[in-house]
């Protein structure tokens, strides 16, 4: 993800079935953070983490957007499990976590397989890519998201 250049646009499912596209956030902040897998350690722990500061976020005028592979119905599940107040998007496809970068090549115990790299893609109110996590650390991450936004809003 090049910082400045424009965000690559999409429309996907959200966890209730209803589509959500990039255009319905125009002027607003957009962190839209890339995972692995609905209900794993790592994720759990990162959305938790985006709904406990949701509230924070909503006052900068941005809104989360949890995407993965997984299914509608499994990202309902996960939410309802774990009350999430955040939106979280299916792309079994993956044509949006390609467009942002996230479907790369991983490296487990020296298996070569692809799968979604953790990271996180901030587009500010102009639809441009303001900046980028790559391999995200679960666990606080939502802190830092947060403070970037305050920093750029500056």
């Known amino acids: 993800m090049q910082i400045g250049t424009k965000a690559p646009e999409f429309c996907l499912k ?3 079935g209803n589509e959500v596209c990039s255009r319905d ?3 607003k902040w957009m962190v839209i953070y890339f995972y692995p897998k609905d209900d794993t350690p790592g994720c759990t722990t990162e959305a938790c983490e985006f709904t406990a500061e949701f509230p924070n976020f909503l006052d900068m005028n941005a809104v989360i957007l949890g995407v993965s592979a997984d299914s509608v119905e499994k990202h309902k599940k996960f939410a309802d499990k774990h009350s999430l107040g955040i939106t979280l998007l299916s792309d ?4 949006v976590i390609e467009s ?10 020296g298996k070569k397989y692809m799968g979604i790299v953790r990271s996180t893609v901030l587009v500010n109110p102009k639809g441009e890519v303001a900046f980028y996590w790559d391999n995200v650390k679960a666990k606080g991450h939502a802190q830092k998201v947060k403070e970037q936004i305050a920093k750029l809003q500056k």
Do not use: I, L, S, T
Not at 92 to 95: F, L, V
Not at 100 to 109: L, S
């Open 14 to 16: 959200n966890q209730d």
């Open 100 to 109: 942002y970068g996230a479907w790369r090549e991983k490296n487990m115990c």
């Open 25 to 27: 956030f125009k002027g």
């Open 92 to 95: 079994p496809e993956h044509k």
